[in-house]
């Protein structure tokens, strides 16, 4: 069985026949790992047509290659302009329709065992602004129309994707922060969950799988979230307090668990560190199987890559099926 296929089976909540598969929300040390530059956002933007297909190329092999020197079973494509904060661009993102042809090109280049995944959005996320909260009280029913929209988009944008060859979406959609759900449970009901169950219907239909990704503690609702149909949700957010062998026993073999390896650690620890947490989840979560190993959240562009890449050593003694564990417990 190749890594894509241990991603599917994970995907489907089963025990894959071969290795936990390795795949990361966004993976943003690119040229730390490559020692190539990727072109993305306003750089990209800047670029006459010939020089953006050539920048688009260029991106795609070195995507692939540091894929296969992580052993991904799975990439998430470039996502659409976004903030990550007022006025700032987020890193890993594309002006207009160039995500959907930097997805053809990857698609066109990449191997049989790489599975391609795509962000639609669909679901509603938090959203702090007096306006919106005002909103959600006096005039419930334009959430309602935002809901909607966010489903009709999303659709839309799955079949584009699948056209350019992804197998997968995401809903980046944080619906909880470090003290527990934004939404009350009405809202959660009326605007969330419902959503939810109808976009991951209608992209399952489409032969596609699901993911929601969401930071913030959301144990109270993890079992209304497997409950939906959605095949996975990424994060399991350690910083907010969850944990992911809790989970595990709350949603069973109903939900795909991605994560949860903590961003801080990979960060500001030490290869050890991160090694030992890694090699933690995977003695105490892999058996079940439906487990996808990753960080937290957005692998970011400062990284010690060598803290990443001792995380993909620990995945190498530890992330195996039907094997022992190597004795070995010394980084290479």
Partial sequence: MNKKQD?????????????VPLWELEFQAWDAASGRHVILGHEFEALSKTEQERAMYSN????????????YAALLSPNAYWNQAPGQLAYYCMPGDTRFRQLEILNELRSDDLMLIATTGGII????SMEFCCRMVDDPESIDVLAQNGIKGAIESAKRFQDCGAEAVISPSDIADNSGPFFKPEYMERWILPYLSEWSDRIRKMGMYTILHSDGNLTKYMDAIA?????????????AGMNMREVRDIVGNRLCLCGNIDCGTILRGKPNDVYDATKNLLTTCKEDGGLVLGASNAVQPE??????RAMVSAWKQYGRYGEDSMEDDNLP
Wanted: with cysteine; aromatic share 4%.
């Fill in 303 to 308: 990284i010690p890559i060598e803290n990443y």
């Fill in 227 to 239: 409950s939906t149909g959605v095949n996975a949700i990424q994060a399991i957010d350690p910083v």
């Fill in 7 to 19: 991603m599917i089976a994970a995907l489907e909540h089963k025990k894959p026949a071969g290795s």
């Fill in 125 to 128: 996320g938090a959203d702090y």
């Fill in 60 to 71: 795609a092999e070195i995507l692939l290659s540091v894929s296969s020197e992580m052993c």
